[in-house]
């Protein structure tokens, strides 16, 4: 899905560009997967673990701009790469068209500016044009500012998956299957 870039200003009065995701950006991508899966407890994988390579991310991206009902969304800062926000389908099941899932992740210098609030309404927007009738996403139990924003934008959480992740000190985290009907 391709989506004309969007110009917002956060809560700092910054400009925020919201565009597609392209080939171009492999690289940035994956180095951003690497930096905020290190930042954060919340992501699902730890930063060794991505080991996509530049093609492999390429084809990726290539996949998502050629769908009609898939979007990969960067949000860019004075030119910088601030996060992504993602829209995936569930599959090409007719019993599973009306369903999307929604994923977000922000460098940490740019939480809390409002940038993911201005991301998710893009992307639920985009969801809604593209004949979705429920957004899903899960999130780690105690990550209490992302819960607040999903309700905030009408998500209600549905169920609990106990130890969900499994930190490498042996900790488990629980997460909320959260969803929103469009």
Known sequence: ????????????????????????????????????????????????????S??????????????????????????????????MSLGDYKRYRHRCSIAIALYQEYCNRGIGKIMLETILDAAKKAGYEQAELEVIADNKNAIALYEALGFEKYGLFPDNMKYENGNYADAYWMMKKL
């Open 1 to 52: 899905m391709i989506l004309k870039p969007l110009k917002a200003s956060d809560k700092t009065g910054c400009q925020v560009i919201l565009r597609n995701a392209e080939t171009d950006d492999a690289e940035s991508l994956l180095n951003y997967l690497k930096i905020t899966a290190s930042e954060t407890p919340y992501l699902i994988r730890e930063p060794e673990e991505v080991t996509l």
């Open 54 to 87: 530049l093609e492999q991310e390429r084809a990726f991206i290539q996949r998502i701009m050629d769908s009609d009902r898939e979007l990969l969304l960067i949000a860019a800062v004075d030119g910088k790469h601030a996060g992504n926000c993602s829209l």
